[in-house]
């Protein structure tokens, strides 16, 4: 007799919760709690007795029982701010009782216990999201029975990308975008295969994950890749694509892979030119060929390949760049524990180059320090490995000389190393406002922009390819590129007007709802299963 899928519903509340929360005694100060806070990046901190769960402190209970009356947090003690009763369900309790003891009592969180100890503890956007997941799968019908479509297996997916710990914006793509498949879509897809390009005299030491590794700057890597998955068990191909980081002329080497793999391809495009060099043209014209479905991270992605590059409209999919869910704190909470309470926050992140336009964020500063003294402009993120190698610290340089020049030493703050994503998150909820000053509209994806709006940040940018919809949206303030004194009004707009900047953080962080990544997984298990018709 054929088995049918289980009902998310009826799985236990244990398989849905975050094992081993932060703990505090109620006899801990609130500062305690809000440094776990910052640390695990948490929204909420469980108070134990012995082992045995009596309350819960959020971020909410301190903005309203702290900080809205000017307590100070390090004389404020737990039991004083905590939440009680605390509200309970044991590890195998169904995920239907969780939502509905959530319902009853109108709470966010439940605390998961096993015979009454604290185990874990769930939330209704963790319960929702992965009910969702399940059901928007099945109605695709993307949840397989074992015996059921496509030879009776899970589907497995290769993906050809740069891979950590190669410092990469697209390996930190592609490690979330499996991690999530891996997570939310087991059902649906076997493990991700990953075939890693290494570049130019380095080797690394890849997770279990990387079953293959391509050379990208030896065209016969390319064949031989190509070799490996045609005799493999593997069935669609996601390539990660970014001109950058494959071997020859614009990175032609992937196209003599492409011409001989014999199974569908899926091309993620991380950057698309509007007005590329003739060769830069024929190189994505030739991929564009080979591929069975085109992915761009923004809408105005479509319109470009159909106009620019003739690309047929039933090869284009949209799935917008990925972001993590976490909580929307108030500076305040996060600023403590990197030291920076006395200070208005600007902050830009990612791997250095010159095309990220921080030049002109800096030279906008003079014009925003005058009307507001204490602000402190974060450049967060190394040199890109791949510039340093070409021409060392030349930009950062540049950068430190300009700074010097118009005396902002005071005012500007450079952290120059590849940040894990929990210090990157926690620098982002610590900042007031996040500047975008991308010099060039081509740009299609930022992961940047992508955790700016995950973080619910007031966000000034300039309207790249992927900015022109977040702007449109209302989630983001427009400067004009290359022009610091536009970029300069826009943030001290945001400074002095309390209303415009709640509006925008809070649209930045509904907006980013759609793009947290279990919502990105399913949409990419989707096109990886219509790729092979099923």
């Known amino acids: 007799m054929e088995q049918t899928d289980p009902d998310v519903l009826s799985l236990s509340v244990e398989t849905n919760m975050r ?5 505090v005694s109620y006899l801990n100060s609130i500062s305690r709690v809000m440094e776990l806070m910052a640390k695990g990046n948490v929204g909420s901190v469980v108070v134990v007795e012995g082992n045995e769960p009596v309350g ?5 209970d301190i903005l309203q029982r702290v900080l809205m009356f000017r307590k100070n947090p390090e004389l404020t003690s737990v039991k004083d701010v905590m939440s009680k009763p605390l509200i309970t369900i044991e590890f195998d309790r ?11 009592h109108r709470i966010r969180r439940l605390i998961v216990t096993r015979k009454g100890a604290l185990i874990g503890l769930t939330t209704e956007r963790r319960l929702l999201e992965i009910a969702h997941g399940y059901y928007s799968m ?11 479509a496509h030879g009776g297996k899970k589907i497995t997916v290769a993906f050809i990308s740069t891979y ?4 990469c914006g697209i390996a930190t793509f592609t490690t979330h975008l499996v991690d999530s498949m891996s997570t939310f879509c087991g059902q649906a897809v076997s493990p991700p295969v990953v075939m890693a390009l290494n570049d130019k005299g380095s080797s690394y030491d890849y997770e279990t994950r990387v079953k293959y590794q391509i050379d990208a700057n030896e065209l016969a890597s390319y064949t ?3 070799h490996y998955v045609n005799a493999s068990d593997i069935d669609v191909v996601n390539i990660q694509h970014e001109y950058g980081i494959f071997g020859g002329e614009w990175g032609e080497y992937i196209n003599g892979f492409l011409k001989r793999i014999e199974k569908p391809v899926v091309t993620t495009l991380h950057t698309l030119l509007e007005n590329p060099a003739p060769r830069a043209r024929e190189v994505l014209e030739d991929i564009i060929k080979e591929t069975d479905t085109i992915i761009v991270m923004a809408t105005a992605g479509i319109n470009v390949l159909k106009e620019k590059y003739d690309c047929p409209p039933d090869k284009i999919r949209c799935i917008p760049h990925g972001c993590p869910n976490v909580p929307q704190l108030e500076t305040a909470v996060i600023k403590r524990s990197f030291g920076l309470q006395d200070h208005t926050v600007l902050s830009t992140f990612g791997l250095l180059s010159s095309g990220k336009g921080v030049e002109h964020a800096i030279a906008a500063l003079p014009q925003i320090i005058r009307k507001h003294p204490e602000v402190l402009y974060l450049i967060i993120g190394e040199t890109h490995p791949e510039v340093r190698k070409r021409e060392g610290e030349k930009y950062r340089q540049e950068l430190l000389d300009k700074v010097d020049a118009l005396g902002l030493t005071k005012n500007v703050g450079f952290v120059n190393r590849f940040l894990s994503e929990d210090e990157l998150i926690g620098y982002l909820q610590a900042t007031d406002v996040y500047i975008v000053p991308y010099p060039n509209r081509e740009q299609i994806s930022s992961g940047t922009l992508s955790y ?9 940018t300039t309207p790249f390819l992927h900015a022109e919809e977040v702007i449109s949206s209302g989630a983001a303030l427009r400067c004009e590129f290359r022009n610091p004194e536009s970029l300069g009004q826009c943030v001290n707009t945001l400074l002095e007007d309390r209303e415009i900047y709640a509006k925008l953080s809070r649209s930045a962080y509904e907006y980013s709802r759609a793009m947290i990544w279990p919502n990105v997984a399913m949409s990419y298990v989707n096109v990886f299963n219509r790729s092979l018709g099923l």
């Open 19 to 23: 094992p081993g929360p932060p703990i």
């Open 56 to 60: 819960i402190v959020t971020e909410k």
């Open 94 to 104: 169904t995920i239907a009782d969780a939502l509905k003891l959530l319902q009853e």
């Open 138 to 148: 099945k109605n695709r019908g993307l949840l397989r029975r074992k015996t059921g």
């Open 164 to 167: 950590p710990p190669r410092e």
């Open 224 to 226: 031989k890749a190509a």
């Open 452 to 460: 700016a709006l995950s973080t619910g940040k007031a966000i000034v």
